[in-house]
């Protein structure tokens, strides 16, 4: 049977296209380059049939900083390359967002091809230099941020609908409550699959969470009532949670 898109590809294949790619990359770039490195499911030794390729090209340090990517489909498998010089990767690992459980992994374990001048320990060194005011801030952010917004959200179409928006937001509850969980812990998900179920593995979780959680995961979101009750208690959860760790939700009306 024809198969439009990605195709099975065993793992070794898989890793020979990395190599083919980090060839052309030297034959284009040449001395520019400080290391390449593959991130994902690959680096890990968890890729599927059809998983795809994810690498980093570091450029040496020059006065132009260098930022874009490549992402490509050949048919039968796609890949991304980042390009980046070795200031913006350093200053990415370090810093911690909202994502951060899910976004930073890459960077503490990558599969390196090329890496002579040993890149790749100062990038894990990078990743772990974070301070637990980093996470703090991360947190307050995703607070604000994004689970503020949601509850407005929530509530709005509650009122006026549309209820069809419900699953959606449910879905957004979760995912960043599992960042908030991860950021929490100082922890890293193994992979966008796998946030949830890890997330609830870990200590510390809000009142509620797990219901919403569990809730996505199953794919029960056809009633809204039990959609609004479950975000409504994971809010009220991390009100509380917030007072219980010190985070900030509410601050003075204007804080400028």
């Not at 990395?18 to 390449?36: F, M, N, P, Q, T």
Request: negative net charge; hydrophobic residues 40%.
């Amino acid at each position: 049977m024809h198969m439009n898109g990605p195709v099975h590809i065993s793992r070794n294949e898989r890793l020979q296209i990395c190599h083919d790619i980090a060839s052309r990359l030297h034959e284009v770039y040449g001395e520019k380059i400080l290391a390449i490195g593959v991130y994902g499911s690959i680096s890990r030794g968890t890729d599927g049939p059809f998983s795809d390729i994810e690498m980093f090209c570091v450029f040496r340090e020059s006065s132009e900083s260098i930022d874009f990517s490549y992402e490509w489909s050949a048919g039968p498998w796609k890949a991304e390359v980042d390009v980046r010089s070795a200031d913006i990767f350093l200053k990415t690992a370090s810093t911690v967002e909202g994502r951060w459980p899910l976004t930073h992994e890459p960077f503490f374990s990558p599969l390196s091809l090329y890496d002579p001048e040993r890149f790749f320990p100062k990038l894990k060194e990078a990743a772990e230099s974070p301070t637990k005011e980093d996470f703090r801030r991360a947190i307050h952010e995703v607070l604000v941020g994004e689970m503020y917004e949601f509850v407005g959200k929530l509530r709005n179409v509650s009122l006026n609908g549309p209820h069809t928006y419900l699953p959606y937001l449910a879905m957004g509850f979760a995912q960043y409550g599992a960042m908030l969980v991860g950021l929490h812990n100082q922890k890293l998900f193994s992979t966008g699959s796998m946030v949830l179920p890890e997330a609830l593995e870990l200590p510390g979780r809000p009142e509620g969470f797990d219901n919403i959680a569990r809730m996505v995961m199953s794919g029960q979101l056809a009633e809204p009532a039990k959609i609004v009750s479950a975000c409504e208690h994971f809010w009220n959860g991390l009100v509380n949670w917030a007072a219980q760790h010190d985070y900030v939700i509410r601050t003075k009306r204007i804080p400028f």
